[in-house]
Structures are given as C-alpha cells and as structure tokens.
C-alpha cells in the first residue's frame, strides 16, 4: 500500500493523505499532478512512476511529492518545484534537503492538527456567495482550460450549471490522470459565483473537493454540497454520497425530482450561443492585438456571475415587491425558459428561501 515516507513538520497529522495524493490507479500512467483537500488544508500532489530493476519494488517506483495549504489559489506556483522533486526522489530516494529547505522558506502558520486555525482567517470556500471573491479566486492552469472545458462538455455545461447553483452534491468520474479532471471541479465551482451583497445566508457553500477516494467517503457522507472528482469506479453504486453523477460528458442523477434539469432547453442553448459568440470576439481582439489584458477565464467566471447575478437580482426585487408573483416575463428576463426553467426555478427558490409565488402556467393544464 501507500505510505508517508517523509514530512514537514514531522507532527502533522497526515492521516489518508498517502491516498489522496497518489489518484488510484495511477500505476498505469508515467506522471499526473492532483489537487486534493485535507482538513481545512488544500494539497496539490505531483506524481510519477519510473521502471527500476528491482524485485522489492517489483519493477516499477511510485512516488508523490506535495504540499499543504489554507488556500488552494497560489498552490500552481510551486508545481515545477514539485515536478522537478518527484523526478529527483525517484532519481535519489531519501534526499530530501531542497525539500527542508523549500519548507524553512515558505512555511507559515498552518491550522493546528485539531482542524482550528491558530492566528489565521477563516478558510473562504471557493466560489462562496457570501462575499464578492472574484479577484481571489484565480487557479492557474494550462493555457485553455476554461476553453477545454467547455469543448468537452460543450451544452452540458449549462446542466452543470444549474446543478452548481443549487449547490448539489457534484461527482465526476474519470480515469487517470487525473490533474485535468481536478480542473473540471474547480470550473464546475466557477459556475455558481454570485456577487450580491447579502445572499443566502443560510445555503451551503460548494466546496471543492477535488480528488476524493473511498477513505473519504466518511467525510462526504456528511456534507450536504460539494463538487469532487474519483478515479474509482465503486463510487457510482454509493448513490447516498452524491446527487450528480458525471461519467466523461454524462451527467446523470439518480432524483427523480431533478430529472428534469438534465433537459437541455432554448434558453440554455441561447446562453451557450452567447458564451461562444463572446469567446469567438475575445480570440478576435487578441488576435488584431486590441485587447491582451482579457483571458478566457475572466470571460467565462464573469458570464456566469453576470447571469448568476440577473437571476437573484430579480428574484430579490421580486420577493420585495407587493404582491411577490414571479412571472413568465420575469423567467425570460433572467434569461431562463419559463417553461423548460420551471423545477430549475422552484428549486432555487427553495434552496436560497426566497419567499416569491411562481404563477408560470405549466403549458399541460390550460
């Protein structure tokens, strides 16, 4: 099995790390990296996998080397260091000085093992609709990773989105590697930022989980909203753990009540209109050299705070006004479907407790 071969500082309490920083199944491939959350801590892991000529180690050496922190947003700027060092543990196994000394330069005060941070802020879950958290909220990964994916979901992610909204508990499978899929959690979260001041104060957060496997299925079995990737196939039978089930580009649920948001409508396939005429005019600016200060990432975040936002604006005005009667003129203007919206609306009213009467005739009973 895995173990913790080494670590600073030595009395951290590192139990089932060994596990969530080596993706199951990762024997098959030569390298992977792997974002994964411990505690109050987020963990990114490099992996890889070298041949040796030894029977104890029957043929193959595996090694992970990783580090620990309150936040995951500034983790990507150690992934060479991290990258170069597994490479070098697997050269020269039980070398750890640039490790200590990497440890003595960045260490900071880390929540103590009891889980309460000592002399530091709370953690922020990322996206939190609690506080506008945009500009903190940056993940650097490969050139494009917002652009992959939406080619590999495509429509679906306006599913995704609807699923993210109602802070539904969000499991993506995959086999290895397993590094692009962390990043399909992180812009799954992406999709649920509102900026509004005052917004539910009593809906979950969806928290990233990243790489999750069965010696965290205790863990989740308490969480009520989360979006977290597997490599492990089991996970799929454990309905209990999770609403949304995501295979490749299969999203699927099990509730039968939320069935209907599997449904791609009009309005959705304008919103996937809309974000790629968008993308298309931003690759044309920074082609013609107009704008280089605009990424994708920004475009696709604010796309969705932006609709995020028309949504509970109105719904607010809405639950504020009179006689509290959301309208089919009030779903088109939050961009939704009046018709195809209808549970996606009734659920979100009930999630965020916002007290609106939704008068939309259901087109059967006329």
Same mark, same amino acid.
């Given at each position: 099995?895995?173990?913790?071969?080494?670590?600073?500082?030595?009395?951290?309490?590192? +139990?089932?790390?060994?596990?969530?920083?080596?993706?199951?199944?990762?024997?098959?491939?030569?390298?992977?990296?792997?974002?994964?959350?411990?505690?109050?801590?987020?963990?990114?892991?490099?992996?890889? /996998?070298?041949?040796?000529?030894?029977?104890?180690?029957?043929?193959?050496? *595996?090694?992970?080397?990783?580090?620990?922190?309150?936040?995951?947003?500034?983790?990507?700027?150690?992934?060479? %260091?991290?990258?170069?060092?597994?490479?070098?543990?697997?050269?020269?196994?039980?070398?750890?000085?640039?490790?200590?000394?990497?440890?003595?330069?960045?260490?900071?005060?880390?929540?103590?093992?009891?889980?309460?941070? !000592?002399?530091?802020?709370?953690?922020?879950?990322?996206?939190?609709?609690? #506080?506008? @958290?945009?500009?903190? *909220?940056?993940?650097?990964?490969?050139?494009?990773?917002?652009?992959?994916?939406?080619?590999?979901?495509?429509?679906? =992610?306006?599913?995704?989105?609807?699923?993210?909204?109602?802070?539904?508990? =969000?499991?993506?499978?995959?086999?290895?590697?397993?590094?692009?899929?962390?990043? #399909?959690?992180?812009?799954?979260?992406?999709?649920? /930022?509102?900026?509004?001041?005052?917004?539910?104060?009593?809906?979950?957060?969806?928290?990233?989980?990243?790489?999750? $496997?069965?010696?965290?299925?205790?863990?989740?079995? !308490?969480?009520?909203?989360?979006?977290?990737?597997?490599? +492990?196939? =089991?996970?799929?039978?454990?309905?209990?753990?999770?609403?949304?089930?995501?295979? $490749?580009?299969?999203?699927?649920?099990?509730?039968?009540?939320? &069935?209907?948001?599997?449904?791609?409508?009009?309005?959705?396939?304008?919103?996937?209109?809309?974000? $790629?005429?968008?993308?298309? @005019?931003?690759?044309?600016?920074?082609?013609?050299?107009?704008?280089?200060?605009?990424?994708? +990432?920004?475009?696709?975040?604010?796309? %969705? *705070?932006? &609709?995020?936002?028309?949504? %509970?604006?109105?719904?607010?005005?809405?639950?504020?006004?009179?006689?509290?009667?959301?309208?089919?003129?009030?779903?088109?203007? *939050?961009?939704?479907?009046?018709?195809?919206?209808?549970?996606?609306? @009734?659920?979100?009213? +009930?999630?965020?407790?916002?007290?609106? @009467?939704?008068? =939309?005739? $259901?087109?059967?009973?006329?």
């Amino acid at each position: 099995g895995n173990m913790v071969e080494w670590c600073l500082p030595q009395d951290i309490d590192l +139990e089932g790390v060994e596990f969530k920083s080596m993706a199951s199944g990762s024997h098959k491939i030569q390298s992977d990296f792997i974002y994964f959350r411990k505690g109050l801590c987020f963990g990114l892991a490099c992996f890889a /996998n070298m041949p040796v000529e030894s029977e104890l180690e029957r043929g193959a050496r *595996m090694k992970s080397v990783g580090i620990l922190s309150p936040s995951y947003t500034l983790l990507y700027r150690y992934m060479h %260091f991290l990258e170069n060092q597994v490479r070098h543990q697997l050269e020269m196994p039980g070398h750890y000085s640039h490790l200590e000394a990497f440890y003595d330069d960045k260490k900071g005060v880390l929540p103590d093992s009891r889980g309460t941070p !000592t002399s530091q802020q709370p953690v922020h879950w990322l996206p939190s609709i609690h #506080r506008y @958290m945009y500009p903190e *909220m940056k993940i650097t990964h490969p050139a494009g990773c917002m652009s992959q994916f939406i080619k590999f979901f495509g429509e679906q =992610i306006l599913v995704l989105w609807k699923f993210a909204l109602l802070r539904k508990r =969000i499991l993506i499978f995959s086999p290895p590697p397993v590094g692009v899929v962390c990043y #399909r959690v992180y812009c799954c979260c992406c999709l649920a /930022n509102v900026s509004l001041p005052g917004l539910g104060g009593t809906v979950p957060e969806s928290k990233p989980f990243f790489y999750v $496997n069965v010696a965290d299925i205790e863990v989740l079995e !308490t969480e009520v909203s989360y979006v977290a990737c597997t490599t +492990e196939k =089991i996970f799929e039978e454990k309905r209990d753990l999770y609403d949304v089930y995501v295979d $490749n580009q299969n999203v699927k649920t099990h509730h039968e009540h939320l &069935q209907p948001l599997l449904k791609i409508n009009n309005a959705d396939k304008e919103k996937y209109r809309r974000l $790629n005429d968008q993308r298309q @005019m931003l690759m044309y600016s920074q082609e013609v050299g107009e704008d280089c200060s605009s990424c994708e +990432e920004d475009l696709f975040i604010l796309f %969705f *705070m932006e &609709q995020n936002n028309r949504i %509970f604006q109105t719904l607010m005005e809405v639950s504020a006004s009179q006689d509290k009667t959301l309208t089919a003129d009030h779903a088109r203007g *939050m961009g939704l479907d009046p018709q195809g919206d209808r549970s996606f609306l @009734m659920d979100l009213l +009930e999630v965020y407790g916002i007290d609106v @009467m939704l008068v =939309i005739d $259901n087109p059967c009973c006329t």
